[in-house]
Nanobody
Framework: QVQLVESGGGLVQAGGSLRLSCVVS????????MAWFRQAPGKEREFVAR????????HHSDSVKGRFTISKDNAKNTVYLQMNNLKLEDTAVYYC?????WGPGTQVTVSS
């Protein structure tokens, strides 16, 4: 199985920026498409963004498009989520995903 470990979460003011990282390791991890999801208390887990190890393909959800950017560093086995112009509604636990594998999540809290 693939192991995923997120980092970079924290407390940030509305309008600020934060960059999340996901370090990937394990069996044939480079064959997986990578994604970020998020989940706020009492809500369903929500897709945020996706990318591929093998090419430059990216896709972002409508709720974050233009504010968040997924990227990768193949040499470091790391996927990033650059989050700009953060809003209160972005507050959630953010999870790295390579189906069916999930990281433990990292908390992002946006304050006013």
């Amino acid at each position: 199985q693939v192991q995923l470990v997120e980092s970079g979460g924290g407390l940030v003011q509305a309008g600020g920026s934060l960059r999340l990282s996901c370090v990937v390791s394990g069996r044939a991890f480079s064959m997986y498409t990578m994604a970020w999801f998020r989940q706020a208390p009492g809500k369903e887990r929500e897709f945020v963004a996706r990318c591929s190890w093998k090419n430059d393909y990216t896709h972002h959800s409508d709720s974050v498009k233009g504010r968040f950017t997924i990227s990768k560093d193949n040499a470091k086995n790391t996927v990033y989520l650059q989050m700009n112009n953060l809003k209160l509604e972005d507050t959630a636990v953010y999870y790295c995903n390579a189906e069916p594998n999930w990281g433990p999540g990292t908390q992002v809290t946006v304050s006013s």
